[in-house]
């Protein structure tokens, strides 16, 4: 069975552009998680779904950031204007609800504005 | 006082001993608790989990939980070059996980 899918992997803007991040969670989980991942900050959670629901989104910075789950099977983040202290890895995490909390990570995109 | 606190190394042990990483969470309430391994530029990856005081054993891995000291570790037996990673506690609180910083764990040959 597939992993967690996101994409792009890589992402290099300039500060102002819009970035979009995509996953696809594993198949028959519920639950999807959008964390970011930075030295000084470590793993924050950003936002998450359940039954494409956002549950709790207190973790998003600011309203720069936003978040979808259109379906079961993909989920976007979308951060406009990009600024420079965006710049991090964001990892999408799947589970289901029988064991909501064995979270299930993707490889990431690493970002970088300019 | 941050939620999830673990000393960040980094924890240098020779190869075949025992590594143990520590990690200690201030809501009392919380019920389940995880390790995940991460890989210098990989995705954390669940290693462990544990629900109850006590020991959970696991292969060459141990989880240990104290509810009433609000502590978690993790034993590594026989810690071989490929257990060199960062370590992140996690503790399920208000609906969501929580984690630490990471312990960076590096087993020298």
């Known amino acids: 069975d597939a992993g967690v899918i996101q994409s792009p992997r890589h992402e290099v803007t300039e500060m102002g552009q819009e970035v979009t991040l995509r996953c696809k969670p594993i198949?028959?989980?519920?639950?999807l998680f959008w964390y970011r991942q930075t030295m000084m900050r470590g793993l924050e959670l950003l936002i998450y779904?359940?039954?494409?629901?956002?549950?709790?989104d207190s973790g998003m910075p600011e309203d720069r950031f936003s978040a979808k789950m259109p379906n079961a099977s993909f989920s976007t983040l979308k951060i406009q204007p990009s600024e420079p202290r965006d710049s991090a890895v964001y990892f999408c995490?799947?589970?289901?609800?029988?064991?909501?909390?064995?979270?299930?990570f993707g490889p990431g995109t690493r970002l970088t504005v300019t | 006082q941050k939620e999830v606190e673990q000393n960040s190394g980094p924890l240098s042990v020779p190869e075949g001993a025992i590594a143990s990483l520590n990690c200690t969470y201030s809501?009392?309430?919380?019920?389940?608790f995880f390790w995940y391994r991460q890989y210098s530029g990989k995705s954390p990856e669940l290693i462990m989990f544990?629900?109850?005081?006590g020991d959970k054993e696991d292969g060459r891995f141990t989880a240990q939980l104290n509810k009433a000291s609000q502590y978690v570790s993790l034993l590594i037996r026989d810690s071989q070059p490929s257990d060199s990673a960062t370590y992140l506690c996690?503790?399920?609180?208000?609906?969501?996980?929580?984690f630490g910083q990471g312990t960076r764990l590096t087993i020298n040959p």
């Open positions: 779904f359940n039954n494409n629901v956002p549950i709790d």
């Open positions: 996690a503790v399920e609180g208000a609906q969501k996980l929580v």
């Open positions: 809501d009392r309430g919380s019920q389940s």
């Open positions: 995490a799947s589970s289901f609800s029988g064991r909501a909390y064995e979270q299930y």
């Open positions: 544990i629900y109850s005081n």
């Open positions: 198949s028959g989980h519920d639950y």
